[in-house]
């Protein structure tokens, strides 16, 4: 197995993301970002369908809650990565090694 998947982070899903320990702040935060506006906008159009023409089947409405989910679990993931992120400070001997962390 690859070493950075057995540091992997997965904090509240069984279906989970997996988060490389070595990312950045700024990336959590980004792709964080990404899945919430993913689920705000499949919210808007949901919340735009008028209902009354059978748009959605309870299929449709279980599928919509599914990807619902696990885009905000996803994303809860992330925050929780990025709040408990510390940056890596490296040691003139650690470094010594070809600049490779």
């Given amino acids: 197995m690859d070493k950075r998947l057995e540091q992997a982070n997965c904090l509240t899903e069984t279906e989970c993301l997996l988060i490389d320990p070595r990312t950045d702040r ?3 935060l980004h792709n964080a970002e990404i899945r919430l506006d993913a689920i705000k906008d499949l919210m808007f ?3 735009t369908m008028n209902g ?7 299929v449709d409405l ?3 809650a599914m990807v ?8 809860s993931d992330l925050l929780v990565a990025a709040r408990g992120y ?4 490296i ?11």
């Fill in 91 to 101: 040691s003139p001997d650690q470094d010594a090694g070809g600049g490779h962390v």
């Fill in 62 to 64: 279980s599928n919509l």
């Fill in 26 to 28: 700024d990336t959590l």
């Fill in 52 to 58: 009354r023409d059978n748009d959605l089947t309870s």
């Fill in 45 to 47: 159009t949901l919340s």
């Fill in 86 to 89: 510390t940056p890596r400070v």
């Fill in 68 to 75: 619902s989910r696990l885009l905000i679990g996803d994303a």
